[in-house]
């Protein structure tokens, strides 16, 4: 036998799994989880919104300081945020071809979410304890 255990394998199971960035499935899944979770969150957003439209600075403190509702607040913005990143992510790897450029998109996608998310926490955490 002179080939490699690679060269006995067929087609199928050359593709199968997780790619050759062993990461492929679980971006998938991360992106779709992500979603799935974004739907009532999203619905809870946009309630709270409508609900304080036209509410003073007072109510819309307090309402916002309610922990249950800080917290759900708080999943509304990691996992939109999650989303948002995974989502960029996948559209700078398909459509970015120079790896000079794709490797600085990434980069710049990542350092973005993290600032947006710890800006948009730290807001929901000011008004939940009080500031």
Known sequence: MSGSINELRTPLSKVRGLGSAKEGTDH?????????????L??????????LNGASHKDV???????????????????GIVHMKLGMQTIIEDYVH??????????LNIFFAFTMGLGACFAILKLAFGG
Do not use: E, G, Y
Request: glycine share 0%; net charge positive; charged share 10%.
């Open 61 to 79: 403190v307090a309402h916002l300081s309610s922990p249950i509702v800080a917290i759900v607040m708080l999943l509304v913005i990691i996992s």
């Open 98 to 107: 120079s790896d000079r450029t794709k490797i600085a998109l990434l980069i």
């Open 42 to 51: 999203i619905l809870f957003f946009l309630w709270t919104v409508i609900s």
């Open 28 to 40: 998938f899944w991360r992106q779709r989880l992500t979603a799935i979770a974004n739907v009532p």
